[in-house]
């Protein structure tokens, strides 16, 4: 029944930036962690960034000191700021919120494409 809606994707020149964001059909407060994923063409789904209830972050060492995951609880919506794109992160990028109790909400993706 939770939604979550990316956008801020697009194509960008090698070394340029991007914010996506996610926003949700409700209240963030409910979900323990919400985090970004991104999923290139034939390989397998993978975790970029994760920011929990109590601000901690988790970064994949590909992306760690390049982007940066926040949120704003008044409007319901989780961001990630990528700088210093490289081809390697061209993918399609998913919004993922997970609750206490385990349960596990996805996004439709937002993709973005980093050009040499």
């Known amino acids: 029944q939770v939604q979550l809606v990316e956008s801020g994707g697009g194509l960008v020149q090698a070394g340029g930036s991007l914010r996506l964001s996610c926003a949700a059909s409700?209240?963030?407060?409910?979900?323990?962690?919400m985090g970004w994923y991104r999923q290139a063409p034939g390989k397998q789904r993978e975790l970029v960034a994760v920011i929990t209830s109590g601000d901690n972050t988790n970064y994949a060492d590909s992306v760690k000191g390049r982007v940066t995951i926040s949120r704003d609880n008044a409007k319901n919506t989780v961001y990630l700021q990528m700088n210093s794109l490289k081809p390697e992160d061209t993918a399609v990028y998913y919004c993922?919120?997970?609750?206490?109790?385990?349960?596990?909400?996805w996004g439709q993706g937002t993709q973005v494409t980093v050009s040499s």
């Open positions: 993922n919120a997970g609750d206490v109790w385990g349960n596990d909400f």
């Open positions: 409700g209240s963030i407060f409910r979900f323990n962690a």
